[in-house]
């Protein structure tokens, strides 16, 4: 083109040196004119189709952390080059990343709140990469003396959307301490005794390894397993799936997981735990756990097999096993008035065996497989004797104030139970490229029962009868399922569509064998009792299918906002048959057709969403989403042995509303709300008696309605660093519209030998106005660097349930307060004691049966301690005192528990041995209350629980850290998996 208007010019130049005509000149000008205008077009096409090729860009990313390898958040990151000025900030796990940088020479500077600023460094790196990954940038601490106190840039807990992060580096432990040593002492934390895990007043449910599931999920496990030094951060999760978790769309209530992450200079090691115990009155324990984790690559199994008391508290260390717990657990039951120590108890003994397998690893550069195995076997052999009081509405003269209408029952049973299951879960993810994602999670999973059972009940009072039962019961249940997660991100930053769809399919077999006898007294106690006699076989075939499919699609409308659309359908359907038969004197099998059913049902769920999300930016302290679902539901069956059929349509509204407000990351408020509907079950809408148990046949409503219950949660955390003081509340509220309740009929008949005969037959409806409010708080303060931890924590219930009797209508009120003060001392790494004290009140008020009324306390004083001597020798001891009042005199046992061991160290902590006592005084005796309707039922077991055993523990392990390739450093993911 340049060349073109070059020689244009010299040419006119000639032609205003030549002297035309006029006409001449005239011609030369329209035929310059064309010329130019034709080379000017086509100059033009040829630009289109050829554009000269634009500058090359590339993408620079990297990891901001602080000296604990923790990532840093919300860190300032500015990038300066010649034909560059560019600023942006960490995310979450402390990575920045900037696109079409222009220039592969540049100087970056990091700058951040409680940390020195970087000097300015120049980069050059290679101009013909298009992605550059640099090396970690690390930022020192800032400490600034101020009337002698430290500010530390990096507090022991944070909060960040939907996780609570613990710093484990400040909390110390013992030389070859497990993972749930390190977690008691966390604020907030409460371990029991058998592994399960409680944070601010909410059970945890599943255990994590960097992100991924471990060992089937199974925290005790995981928490008395691995070893605490490996650990550089604890995390508790609300997990609300894993769609959500790669979407940011949230539906439903969360799940709490626990993530354990390692730190990466002990992310690749060998462990082995190996026990074996024996005791007296036949006790034994053995397990064998060992993992292999090499960064993302993780292997690990587990196996136990074990006899033991139900319910008691364990002292010493348990090594490998996950049904007994190790000394220091906080114990304490809100509604178990026994051995506070304990995990509550049905009696008995139980054994167990469990084995489980988990792998997990990068098979290709795309394809990452994470697979999970895991079997249990329980066989458990109770005793047990409850006494209850059962109040019903005879009349109108009830109302008044006319009790006539008590039975007070005395039941004792004898049952083993022997259940066992096999699980199965593969998770196979590919990253596809850039864009796009795949998930498919397959399933197998097979349970079996068995169960043997032996009931004698006595009924005095309005009631006077005797029960003696004999049931004997088997049921398989193979399930097996898939969920496959498809997900798509476009060029536009946030903008990405997903799939989900989750198959499943359950086959249950039941068979039941009755053999009953029951005695009815003649008000006359001059004249017999009459008795009848059931001997039946009951079997049940439940066919469940479960499938789903959702739709989710992100807009982004600005940096930090979004839309978010989801469209969800849920179909869950049920194919049953009770098939009922007498068995004759002669052994012969009779149908009874009016016992027997044939009914199959379904109910669909779909839910329309629209919600409005802001907060995005890292640095924003509101976040909220604001939005609405719609929720159509059909619920429809057929009773083949009828020829009826039921088919009922519903639509709900429910606004989406989530509001977190962040003062910083250590102090935070959050309020959900939720709604969700719930279909009766098969037992609840079934038209057909139910005479499992004669005396309490269960009659179905094809008529009921589904439930939907609306949740509102509010958590406000904060953590002042510098005080290390930590304080917490929780508040949830559920009410719930359409709740099914159930209708007793008390149905009193008169038999020919003039004995009465009540049976209570259960019928269902709906109800509004059934409501929960209930909360927790918990304060903890730390003193003299963590030697010493004030612990106060409470929770409260306030249940308005709903009940019927004879077609009226009964209110109970249930109010449950509990007061908690558990102080732990750790003053020197020789001695640790642990006091408790909590107090239990449970009060319960009824609109129409007053003498239903209650009101009951427990007291609990517990301590727990361990005492080093000798530098190799530990003594350790736990011990509860209750004081109940308000149950019965003849039930309320106050007992004081005390289990104490004495262990011997050797091989540097890597091996024990370990004498140990259960329950010295011989006073494990359990008693616990529940209220339902207008029945008050006291459970107590007094179990064969005093007994000793001597147990073997030893523990292998050698840890190194995590290599980044090509002489890089380690990035790693806010979970831990590493980049």
């Known amino acids: 083109m340049n060349h073109f208007y070059t020689v244009t010019a010299l040419r006119l130049q000639q032609i205003q040196r030549i002297r035309y005509s006029s006409a001449a000149l005239k011609k030369t000008l329209l035929l310059f004119s064309f010329l130019l205008s034709s080379v000017y077009g086509f100059a033009q096409n040829q630009g289109k189709q050829n554009p000269p090729p634009p500058l090359p860009t590339r993408e620079i990313s990297g990891m901001v952390r602080d000296s604990t390898d923790l990532g840093v958040i919300g860190a300032t990151v500015t990038l300066t080059s010649a034909k560059d000025t560019l600023k942006t900030s960490t995310n979450s796990d402390g990575i920045f990343v900037f696109k079409n940088v222009k220039s592969a020479t540049y100087t970056l500077m990091v700058q951040s709140l409680g940390y020195n600023p970087t000097k300015p460094v120049r980069y050059k790196q290679n101009d013909a990469i298009p992605r550059i990954v640099m090396d970690p940038i690390t930022l020192k601490e800032e400490k600034n003396l101020l009337n002698e106190v430290v500010i530390s840039g990096t507090p022991s807990i944070t909060y960040k959307t939907d996780t609570v992060e613990y710093k484990a580096s400040d909390y110390i432990v013992r030389k070859n301490a497990t993972v749930d040593e390190l977690l008691k002492k966390m604020e907030g934390m409460e371990v029991g005794t058998d592994g399960s895990l409680v944070h601010q007043g909410q059970a945890v449910t599943k255990a994590k390894l960097n992100g991924k599931e471990y060992l089937g999920g199974d925290i005790a496990n995981a928490i008395k397993n691995l070893p605490a030094e490996i650990v550089d951060k604890i995390q508790v999760v609300d997990d609300y799936g894993d769609q959500a978790a790669r979407t940011g769309v949230k539906d439903g209530d969360p799940e709490k997981i626990l ?96 084995g489980s397998f988990s792998y997990r690893d990068k098979v290709s550069k795309k394809v990452s497989v994470n697979l999970n195995y ?95 039962t004999r049931n004997y019961s088997k049921t398989t249940k193979p399930q097996i399922g898939t969920s496959i997660f498809y997900q798509h991100v476009f060029k536009k930053p946030r903008r990405n569509v997903s799939m989900q769809v989750d198959l499943n399919s359950n086959n249950q077999d039941a068979e039941q064998i009755q053999d009953g006898r029951y005695v009815f007294f003649n008000p006359d106690p001059t004249k017999d009792p009459t008795d009848s006699l059931v001997n039946r076989i009951i079997a049940r075939k439940n066919l469940q299918d479960n499938y789903r499919g959702s739709l ?60 409005y999300r802001y907060g995005l930016d890292r640095m924003s302290k509101v976040r909220f989403s604001v939005g609405l679902t719609g929720v159509p539901a059909v619920l429809s069956g057929t009773k083949a042995s009828l020829g009826t059929s039921t088919h009922r349509n519903s639509f709900n509204l429910i606004p989406i509303a989530r509001f977190e407000y962040m003062w910083s990351r250590q102090h935070r408020i959050q309020i959900n709300y939720a709604g969700n509907a719930v279909e009766p079950t098969f037992d609840q809408i079934q038209p057909v008696r139910d005479v499992t148990n004669p005396q309490n046949p269960v009659i179905g409503n094809p008529d009921l309605l589904a439930s939907f219950t609306h949740s509102l949660n509010a958590n406000y955390n904060n953590y002042i660093a510098n005080s290390k003081l930590n304080y917490s509340l929780n508040v949830r509220a559920t009410m719930t519209d359409n709740a099914v309740i159930r209708n007793v009929v008390q149905v009193r008949t008169v038999l020919p030998s003039g004995a009465f005969n009540t049976i209570n037959e259960t019928r269902y409806l709906n109800t509004n106005g059934v409501y929960n409010v209930s909360g927790n708080y918990s304060i903890n303060k730390q003193l003299n660097d963590r030697k010493y931890n004030l612990a106060f924590s409470g929770s409260f219930s306030y249940d308005h349930r709903i009940s019927m009797t004879n077609n009226l209508k009964n209110s109970a009120n249930v109010l449950t307060m509990m007061e908690r003060f558990g102080p732990r001392i750790n003053p020197t790494e020789w001695f640790e004691i642990n006091p408790n004290v909590s107090y239990t009140n449970t009060r319960s008020t009824n609109s129409l049966v007053t003498a239903a009324n209650n009101d009951y306390n427990t007291l609990a004083l517990n301590v727990d301690g361990r005492v080093y001597f000798l530098e190799s020798y530990l003594f350790g001891y736990n011990a509860s005192k209750n004081y109940v009042r308000g149950l019965a005199s003849n039930i309320t046992a106050n007992p004081f528990v005390v289990n104490m061991y004495v262990e011997k160290e050797f091989f540097e902590r890597r091996g024990k041995v370990t004498l140990q006592a259960f329950d010295i005084l011989n006073q494990n005796h359990f008693v616990s209350r529940d209220i339902v309707g207008t029945d008050i039922i006291n459970t107590n077991t007094n179990a064969l629980s005093r007994y000793f055993m001597v147990r073997l523990t030893m523990r292998l392990q050698k840890w190194s850290g995590a290599q980044g390739k090509n002489g890089r450093g380690v990035m790693r993911r806010g979970d831990g998996s590493f980049m």
Do not use: C, W
Not at 416 to 425: A, C, E, K, Y
Not at 454 to 468: K, M, P
Not at 589 to 610: E, H, K
């Open 259 to 354: 993530n354990i992450t390692t730190r990466t200079d002990k992310s690749v090691g060998n462990m082995v735990n190996a026990n074996v115990a024996a005791g007296s009155n036949k006790r034994f324990e053995s397990g064998v756990f060992g993992t292999r984790i090499n960064g993302n690559q993780i292997l690990g199994v587990n196996g136990s097999f074990n006899n033991t008391i139900n319910g008691v508290a364990s002292s010493g260390d348990n090594g490998a096993s996950t049904n007994t717990g190790g000394g220091g657990g906080r114990g304490g039951n809100t509604m178990n008035t026994g051995s506070a120590g304990s995990t509550g108890g049905s009696g008995g003994t139980t054994q167990v065996g469990n």
């Open 374 to 468: 895991g079997f249990t076997s329980t066989d458990v052999n109770s005793l047990t004797r409850s006494t209850a009081q059962r109040f019903a509405v005879i009349d109108t003269n009830v109302q008044k104030g006319v009790i006539d209408n008590r039975t007070d029952e005395v039941a004792r049973s004898m049952a083993d139970n022997l259940n066992q299951g096999h699980n199965v879960r593969l998770e196979v993810e590919a990253e596809l490229d850039s864009s796009n994602f795949l998930r498919i999670i397959p399933t197998l999973r097979y349970s079996s029962s068995t169960s043997n059972r032996l009931d004698s009940i006595f009924q005095t009072g309005y009631n006077h009868r005797n029960e003696f």
């Open 552 to 611: 989710t699609y992100v807009e982004p409308l600005t940096n930090n906002t979004q839309l978010e659309f989801n469209a969800q359908v849920n179909y869950n359907g049920y194919d049953n048959t009770a098939t009922t038969r007498n068995i004759g004197p002669d052994g012969y099998l009779a149908v009874i057709d009016s016992l027997s059913n044939i009914y199959d049902y379904s109910f669909t769920q779909g839910r329309i969403a629209m919600n």
